[in-house]
């Protein structure tokens, strides 16, 4: 039988709550109300005037087809950079887990690039691969290889990919390391004295008992290459060669702050909060449902 | 007692009033400089401050072109804006469009008494930023013109005569076979694709990049850069990026660390690029006209200009607005625009500027500096290259920027990719047509 405290009367419960609620309001509802509202209008940028355009903004976006084909593109993207994310997170987690000495070295060391801002871990980047002067493409180019992400669009999206992915393999390796120090040592060893090898032991035990946090950091890190990843993309490639690094988010920037639309600006962000909504009812509805708690 | 306090309140005042106004009166300057660009225009501030005692103008930095126009929206919507603003030539039909949010220089400098001769100005520079009707909407600040930087020593090491003949693209495109096959791996390489590329192409060929001369004369205008003469030019760019004669580099400048690390031999980019080419090259340059097609509309008529102009924000007091008719009127004086002009590479806004540089010799002692000016006052500019007037400008270019890549990469043909670019650019413009309708 759970255990149940109830509050007797309604202010204090609410007293408690309201910090969450408004700190929601103001810096959630209030906002994407206001893009709701504005993605409703053509305005001029200095807000002088704008015309009510109804649902034009939407029309205009959804009747361009390379709008439609960054949806593509963000899928792409999304799947590349959780991926590149979180596998290498858990193998190093996996290894920290099993270091006797000097773990607290690697786990910092580890940690580190979470520190780094993504439109800074852009730049650096950029900078190793830098078609003139970059490290990484130089050797690539004794090795044969003339590697060109300016003209090159899979190369360019490789390279956002990883300058994405590396500070998140931080945040995840944290996540996951937390996670395997959780797993009873007993269920291993017993497995062990079975003789299960590791990989196996891993696999059947470990992995499963690990799918809650896999679970949150899919959801998390979907999130975060959805939203967070236009600095990294601004920095590297501005959405091309062509428009092959063109996500959504990226759109909603460059549209908005550069080009002073933000009308079609909201309009995109609409689009993209239930693009997301809905990614995100279909992770708790189908995904959740193979997590065991 | 109530009357002693009002006339009290009224002495005051009439005392104060005097004292107010001879206070200092606070001019807010927003520009885009930094590095040595940003010290010449802080110099540039402290001599305006030093020369009177009326107003102090208060210079600050806000990021690249597209950060500081941002800024000063920004601030404009939240009622905190700059009294002088500098926008970059590509956001020239926003602000011209945004009626109640500017105050056009012309009238800022008639209700100032300030001196004022708009026809001191270079037309070339002063027509991309007047009305149709000859009045001046902001203060040209900054502007160059594409040109041809040679690298000589290159050119000797691939066995080519330095000073080979590069005035037309035909000549080029000889001298360009010639770099390849004498071992040169980055014969032709460019900055600002789509500024020297398409719109100054069109200018200089005389042909038209956009209907209604280039938006000068409306919001209701379509993007003519499908036109033969472009796409022929652009075909022939395909090739050389196929034949490994032309190396693109990026959409913006990127070009120049190439080309002033002495690893390309042609470069085509701003005449403002002459500061750091001076400073850093190591190796023996040319700077040459702009090459144009023989034959191919009236070429060479004029080039354009890029840069940025100063826009002046409504919403202030007379009294500041004649600090801002005096300071404008300072920036346009002779000896003021001709240092900019000989330490900057940008041209000079006056034809004062342009004679006194002249006078002093300073052309003679660095050969080719006058090639800008030269190639921007050849010809009275036509409807075809007094300059562009494009709603949402900035984000056109992003498409051009797109379409030129697919032509670079092979993916698209130059036909495909410019009627591409004029079908999505066209959408824009509509947009920008009914948001200022």
């Given at each position: 039988m759970e255990k149940r405290v109830t509050f007797r009367g309604w202010l204090l419960p609410l007293l408690l709550i309201a910090p969450q609620v408004i700190i929601s309001a103001v810096f959630f509802f209030y906002p994407a109300g206001q893009a709701i509202w504005q993605s409703l209008f053509i305005p001029d940028p200095f807000g002088l005037s704008s015309q009510f355009v109804g649902l034009g903004n939407f029309e205009f976006l959804l009747t361009d087809k390379f709008y439609r084909a960054s949806f593509v593109t963000t899928a792409v993207f999304s799947i590349l950079v959780t991926l590149c994310s979180m596998i290498p997170a858990l193998f190093l987690a996996v290894l920290a887990d099993r270091l006797i000495k000097g773990s607290g070295v690697y786990r910092t060391l580890l940690i580190w690039p979470y520190a780094v801002a993504p439109a800074v871990a852009g730049v650096l980047w950029l900078f190793m691969f830098n078609?003139?002067?970059g490290v990484v493409s130089w050797y690539l180019g004794q090795l044969g290889y003339d590697w060109n992400h300016v003209l090159n669009g899979n190369e360019a999206m490789g390279l956002v990919v990883v300058a994405s992915a590396w500070g998140r393999i931080s945040y995840n390796f944290l996540f996951f390391f937390a996670a395997l120090q959780a797993v009873p040592r007993s269920v291993i060893e017993a497995a062990a004295i079975d003789g299960a090898h590791f990989w196996r032991r891993f696999f059947t035990i470990v992995l499963p008992l690990l799918s809650p946090t896999t679970f949150f950091l899919l959801v998390v890190n979907i999130v975060y290459a959805f939203f967070e990843t236009f600095g990294v993309i601004h920095t590297i490639t501005s959405g091309g060669p062509q428009q092959a690094t063109t996500i959504l988010v990226y759109k909603v920037f460059s549209d908005g702050f550069?080009?002073?639309?933000l009308g079609s600006s909201s309009a995109q962000s609409v689009i993209l909060l239930i693009v997301v909504g809905l990614l995100t009812v279909v992770q708790f509805k189908y995904i959740e449902k193979r997590v065991h708690y | 007692m109530k009357k002693t306090l009002i006339s009290g309140l009224a002495l005051a005042t009439a005392l104060s009033a005097p004292l107010a106004a001879s206070a200092q009166t606070e001019i807010q300057f927003w520009h885009a400089f930094t590095g040595r660009l940003g010290e010449l225009v802080k110099a540039q501030v402290e001599e305006f401050n030093a020369s009177q005692s009326d107003y102090t103008v208060v210079e600050s930095h806000k990021g690249n072109y597209s950060e500081t126009l941002n800024a000063g929206i920004a601030a404009f919507r939240a009622g905190e804006q700059p009294h002088i603003l500098m926008v970059f030539e590509v956001g020239t039909a926003t602000m011209m469009a945004a009626e109640g949010a500017i105050k056009p220089v012309y009238e800022v400098m008639a209700e100032s008494g300030a001196e004022f001769d708009p026809?001191?100005?270079i037309g070339a520079v002063k027509g991309y930023y007047t009305t149709t009707d000859g009045q001046m909407l902001s203060l040209p600040f900054n502007s160059s013109t594409p040109v041809l930087w040679v690298n000589r020593d290159a050119m000797e090491a691939a066995g080519?005569?330095?000073?080979?003949?590069?005035?037309?693209w035909q000549k080029v495109d000889a001298v360009l076979e010639q770099l390849k096959a004498g071992g040169e791996e980055c014969p032709l390489v460019t900055a600002w694709q789509s500024w020297i590329h398409l719109e100054n192409f069109s200018a200089y060929h005389d042909v038209p990049f956009a209907s209604k001369d280039n938006g000068f004369g409306g919001v209701d205008t379509e993007l003519m850069l499908n036109g033969e003469a472009q796409v022929a030019h652009l075909s022939a760019m395909g090739q050389w990026a196929k034949d490994g004669e032309f190396i693109y580099t990026g959409r913006?400048?990127?070009g120049g660390a190439n080309f002033r690390a002495g690893d390309c031999a042609l470069f085509t980019e701003s005449s403002a690029g002459y500061a750091g080419i001076s400073s850093e090259a190591e190796f023996d340059f040319d700077v040459r006209p702009l090459p144009y097609w023989e034959g191919v509309g009236n070429a060479p008529q004029n080039t354009i200009i890029g840069g940025a102009s100063l826009w002046v924000l409504s919403g202030h007091d007379d009294a500041e607005y004649k600090g801002v008719g005096e300071f404008l009127s300072f920036l346009s004086s002779t000896d003021v625009q001709a240092k900019w002009h000989q330490d900057t590479g940008y041209l000079p806004i006056t034809v004062a500027a342009g004679d006194a540089t002249r006078a002093s010799g300073f052309y003679d002692e660095n050969p080719g500096t006058d090639v800008a000016v030269i190639q921007m006052t050849a010809n009275q500019p036509t409807g075809n290259s007094k300059g562009l007037r494009l709603g949402s400008f900035d984000q056109i270019r992003g498409i051009i920027d797109e379409e030129l890549e697919a032509i670079w990469s092979g993916d698209k043909t130059a036909q495909e990719a410019m009627d591409s670019a004029k079908e999505r650019g066209d959408a824009l413009l509509r947009r920008f047509e009914s948001a200022n309708r």
């Open positions: 078609t003139r002067v550069v080009g002073q639309d | 026809d001191a100005y080519v005569d330095p000073d080979t003949d590069l005035s037309t913006r400048n990127e």
